[in-house]
């Protein structure tokens, strides 16, 4: 028998960061009792802990209020859908919100981006051609088209076919796995259908479609659960291949210190203590010119402002290396990896020019400045208005309190996904008929 000791599997993501808040709870009250800073952060922090906690219930009350009617949970499924469809009593009504949102033209789109990248260009075209004919209502079109890609992915990246076991792997830290994943999802639209049926079905069973034996599937029900399991089926493959790299990182950072890491520790939380005492937040500037594209701006360069505009800079000269390394990552995934996901995403999305409108200290460690920008999505012109948050932290993105050691600015990852937003905004808003004229 070996004397090595058994190497501990790292906790995911979400329970790592359930147990650290729960062993750092009691310290931060501490402090908080002789801090009124501390006392506020206690309060986000708690905030942000019961938004994780309502996720992740939601999630769980999805699974078993939809798993079992053919929807499936996948990494990048929208925390406003589903608690949309879980607060909704009526489960008719629900899924018709989940169909609302697995159709709509710009998440088919904003999807669709992800067929561009090494592994799944190959079935860019047939993904193309579905999401035309589902923006045309032809779901009779669409629906064989997905299960063709959801097979192809699938026996290409395992030698084995998806309905046949060759998803059933489990994979560290996603969503895809568990109740109400890619397995159950695969068990019910994988179902053997026997003889024909006329009648409407309201899942995509691959066997009944594919072999013409359910023949009334041109829905929009079964087009957005087809589309929902191929989305699961890609953010599936995506956390499997780089899953070693993910376990090692996790590991790594979930290691145990050593005594004298914790006696450095104690001394740097001495450190930020102290910080936290002497921080005063500076005066709030709001709708002014601080700032913009092409011009030598004269912030201080350690300032959350300048690295709003290197970061701004980074988007329009679309370097996204520097754009990853300068975005929040807890999963602390690779820049390459994670240029590469940028990349996708503002594919066709372009920011031409940006001014600097307002600047706000909201504690010791945050900054908000709120950013004027134009661009082009696709072929169209738009403008809006954002708010970038900067978060103080180190290389691992462990919150410091501003000016600390080894720390700089960082931007919130919600900005990048938010930009399209507002870019569709003013899109849809600039095509709206001026019921003036």
Known sequence: MSDQPEEIRPLATGEYITKQ???MRPLIYLLGLFNPDMRRQSKELDKQFADVERMKEDRRVFA???GPRGWTIYDRLSVDAVRAAVAEADDTVAEQGLVAHHLDPSNLASFGHRFNSRGLEAWHDLYRCAAE????GDYL?????ILIIIDGICTT?????PFSGGADAPVFDTETVGPGGISDGLAILGAVRRGLNTQS????YRHGILHGLDTNFGNAIVAAKAVNLLQTMVDYFDRREDEEVRIAKAAKDQRQPSWAEMVAKMSATQDTRRRIDEWVARPQISERWL?????THNFQADSPEAMAATYLDAIITRNFGKLAQLTIDYPLRSIGYRAGRLREELSDLKVTHWRILGIRDEAPAISEIDVSMEGILN????VGLQTMRLIYNDEKFEVLVRGAPNGSWAVMPSFLPTLRGTALGSVKSSKMPDHDN
Do not use: C
């Open 21 to 23: 808040y729960q062993q």
């Open 201 to 204: 079905i309201d899942s995509p």
């Open 157 to 161: 990246k395992t030698g084995k076919h």
């Open 141 to 145: 079109a669409a629906v064989p088209l």
């Open 291 to 295: 700032a913009s594209a092409g011009e």
């Open 379 to 382: 072929s169209t012109s738009w």
């Open 133 to 136: 004919r589902i923006m045309a």
């Open 64 to 66: 078993n209020r939809f």
